[in-house]
């Protein structure tokens, strides 16, 4: 079989980025005000916000990392993943709270809490931190997508072109836009992921 990249894996990928942003961009005329643009007035469905939740903790640079830490610590490495697991429930349960609170940001619940001083801080800390986190999940995404086109595919294009689309339908269509991009990016990944399964046992030779 040829594994090597061709004009129809380029094709797919231009697709997807064309695709994505599109969508991202028509939603934005759901945006009306800053109540939508910012928390979707609070009525997205639960398949939505399942969608959001998968969709935003998995990313292309998961499987390479899983793939690492299997190789250095055995089965045990299923944790990285399993932690989830008994996260979200404690994300569904503290939901109720969050709407109740009517704020926007975590920065604005710190602030209530402990004043002005510590909302500072935690800001400080929070750009700091996403960042840094932006950073390093653009630099593996580039670099799973450069390996995985046979270094046709610069890694530094990938972190431009991923971080163009992120500003073009974040920016422009609020968390609606951001919310919907991340449910078809769920649906992708599981559908995708189960679609490797026979590969990936040919590859090492079965069960």
């Given at each position: 079989?040829?594994?090597?990249?061709?004009?129809?894996?380029?094709?797919?990928?231009v697709?997807?980025?064309?695709?994505?942003?599109?969508?991202?961009?028509?939603?934005?005329?759901?945006?009306?005000?800053?109540?939508?643009?910012?928390?979707?007035?609070?009525?997205?469905g639960?398949?939505?916000?399942?969608?959001?939740?998968?969709?935003?903790?998995?990313?292309?640079e998961?499987?390479?990392?899983?793939?690492?830490?299997?190789?250095?610590?055995g089965f045990?490495?299923?944790?990285?993943?399993?932690?989830?697991?008994?996260?979200?429930p404690?994300y569904?349960?503290?939901?109720?709270?969050?709407?109740?609170?009517?704020?926007?940001?975590?920065?604005?619940?710190?602030?209530?809490?402990?004043?002005?001083?510590?909302?500072?801080?935690?800001?400080?800390?929070?750009?700091?931190?996403?960042?840094?986190?932006?950073?390093?999940?653009l630099?593996g995404n580039?670099?799973?997508?450069?390996?995985?086109?046979?270094d046709?595919?610069?890694?530094?294009?990938?972190?431009?072109?991923?971080?163009?689309?992120?500003?073009?339908y974040?920016?422009?269509?609020?968390?609606?836009?951001?919310?919907?991009?991340?449910?078809?990016?769920?649906?992708?990944?599981?559908i995708?992921?189960?679609?490797?399964?026979?590969?990936?046992?040919?590859?090492?030779?079965?069960?």
């Amino acid at each position: 079989m040829d594994n090597s990249f061709n004009w129809l894996d380029t094709a797919v990928i231009v697709l997807y980025f064309v695709v994505i942003i599109g969508y991202g961009l028509w939603l934005t005329k759901k945006v009306k005000s800053s109540s939508v643009y910012f928390i979707g007035e609070r009525k997205f469905g639960w398949w939505i916000m399942m969608g959001q939740a998968f969709g935003t903790g998995t990313h292309t640079e998961n499987f390479v990392a899983q793939t690492g830490a299997s190789y250095q610590l055995g089965f045990a490495a299923i944790w990285y993943q399993w932690k989830n697991m008994i996260i979200t429930p404690f994300y569904w349960l503290i939901a109720p709270w969050y709407r109740r609170s009517r704020r926007t940001t975590v920065g604005e619940i710190v602030e209530d809490r402990y004043g002005s001083w510590m909302v500072t801080l935690y800001s400080i800390f929070a750009i700091l931190f996403f960042v840094f986190a932006q950073g390093a999940l653009l630099k593996g995404n580039g670099k799973v997508i450069s390996i995985a086109s046979g270094d046709m595919i610069s890694v530094d294009g990938v972190v431009v072109a991923m971080t163009v689309a992120f500003i073009l339908y974040s920016f422009l269509g609020g968390l609606v836009a951001l919310a919907y991009a991340n449910f078809i990016q769920a649906i992708m990944i599981i559908i995708l992921s189960f679609m490797l399964i026979p590969s990936c046992l040919n590859a090492v030779g079965g069960f």
